[in-house]
Nanobody, 121 residues
Framework: QVQLVESGGGLVQPGGSLRLSCAAS????????MDWYRQAPGKQRESVAT???????NYADSVKGRFTISRDNLKNTVYLQMNSLKPEDTAVYYC???????????????WGQGTQVTVSS
């Protein structure tokens, strides 16, 4: 059984910062990509940032220069440092991992339960 557990969301004023964490636990052999997605009310879920197993990153244009994704492979954890937050960053943020379970036969996609980020004065 594999779980992704996010933490670090909350309420922050415009211009502020938050750091999200997502820890993968369970019977894991290897993790490929780890991503952050977000979904605002009434909108589709969108990709925010992605990081490969060797540290290559990619960002949505709307967060470039403000957000930084990183990961600790020893801890099976991915982070999202969010700076200069704007009201339009308000959303539920979801962690995603593509991983191979111990004894598994293929790569499998997993999602966290989501953490709310609200940017408001």
């Amino acid at each position: 059984q594999v779980q992704l557990v996010e933490s670090g969301g909350g309420l922050v004023q415009p211009g502020g910062s938050l750091r999200l964490s997502c820890a993968a636990s369970g019977s894991i052999f290897s993790i490929d990509a780890m991503d952050w997605y977000r979904q605002a009310p009434g909108k589709q879920r969108e990709s925010v940032a992605t990081i490969t197993s060797v540290g290559m990153t990619n960002y949505a244009d709307s967060v470039k220069g403000r957000f930084t994704i990183s990961r600790d492979n020893l801890k099976n954890t991915v982070y999202l440092q969010m700076n200069s937050l704007k009201p339009e960053d308000t959303a539920v943020y979801y962690c995603y991992a593509r991983l191979w379970e111990k004894g598994g036969s293929n790569w499998t996609n997993y999602w966290g339960q989501g953490t709310q980020v609200t940017v408001s004065s």
